[in-house]
């Protein structure tokens, strides 16, 4: 098993994935959004690129059927029933519901693992669950990083360090140098992994809108045993 | 101050490189290679991205005051002078002399910095050095790591976070993401960084070719003090 961390989708190209796992990494918060609406009852996550695709899709499927989520610059988009903030997708308010996103950067990252068929959604959430999806699939990895405005951001990278952490645990694998990098930056902080991610522009950005219960949320390590699968455009619990 | 990292030179812009103090760094083996070179008494070291590039330099000077160096895939390339060893750049070999190199990483992260007027080169041999250069220059950062065929490299991120933490001692800065992941990281293996680096792919790759001597040389810190700089197409030492 070969493991290869890529810090933004940009550097991604489709031979790079045909055959391998991929794993999608938003951690804050795209990612941690999807899987905790799914483990919270929601039917599925469509995730879309532009707010236009979103709109559009919303108008071919029953209206009560469907929520419409996701941000632009960290903020909820005019119109749209919810934000990118986990919380809001309670059981009370996502259950049995279709939920159309798009987010600056996790759902791009989705739409660019597509070409392989085995695509799932990882973040601090669920890190182990993946482990073992990974684990149990036996081939190569592509570890995704949605990263933020185009860079490598801090959130993800210690993501994929910590999914790295409890592969090691499962399976003896390979891997290209970042994800080791990611390996030993998480365990070096596997204590209290705040104590470096407190240092990550994104998670501060966050912070100064307000959202710090989000960060707080979805820097939680395995609330979650699920692993969502992006299968068809459509990502849905495995 | 801002310091921004790339862990390889393909996402960097002109743009990006305006006004900066920019580091080059590709510590296996080019920037150790140039820095061992004018330490040792070489005139000036003109790097070049491409083979015939050099040769045809080479045919406008004076072959008796020139030396041919460089590697593709980590080997001499043939009818050159010397490999990419930083150990054949010693004193009685090139002093006086005017070293033009290829190497396949490093020389096309200088070429691609050019578009900034104070880059400088660095390696683990001259952290100290680089990073006071820095603090003298007092203006926003940009550390390109050359990176291995076309990816992140740890020798290249190890060598940036000695840069940071030595800058530190020195200057407030902020930092992006990659910045701050390559001072912890390198702050987590201070104590002997070859614990990190002998997990890289590239460092492993040279080590199987036979050049150990290499590794040696080019993972001490702070053998020299001095600050190679980067000026119209030519390595001089500041």
Known sequence: MFVETYETYNAVYDKILKGKVVVVID??????????????GAKE?????????????????????ILLGGERN???????DLSNSPLEYSE???????????????????????????????CLLNVTS???????ENKDVVIICAGTEGKFSID????????LDRLEKLSPYESDDLSKASYFLYKSFQDNILNI?????????????????????CTTIDKFSVVPKYVNG?????
């Open 27 to 40: 951690t804050l918060r795209a990612t941690s959004v999807i899987t905790t609406a799914l483990v919270n």
């Open 45 to 65: 996550v469509i995730p879309v690129a532009d707010i236009e695709d979103a709109i559009n899709m919303s108008g071919h499927l029953e209206r009560d059927t």
């Open 74 to 80: 960290a903020v909820k988009i005019e119109g749209f």
């Open 92 to 122: 009370d308010v996502v259950k049995g519901k279709t939920i159309i996103i798009t987010t600056t950067n996790g759902t791009r990252a989705l739409k660019k693992a597509s070409s392989s068929d085995d695509v799932v959604v990882g």
């Open 130 to 136: 993946v482990a073992d999806y990974i684990h149990r």
């Open 156 to 163: 993800d990278i210690i993501t994929a360090g910590a999914i």
């Open 197 to 217: 991610m407190k240092y990550g522009y994104h998670l501060n950005r966050i912070e100064k809108l307000g959202f710090h219960e989000d960060v707080e949320f």
């Open 234 to 238: 459509v990502v849905r619990l495995v």
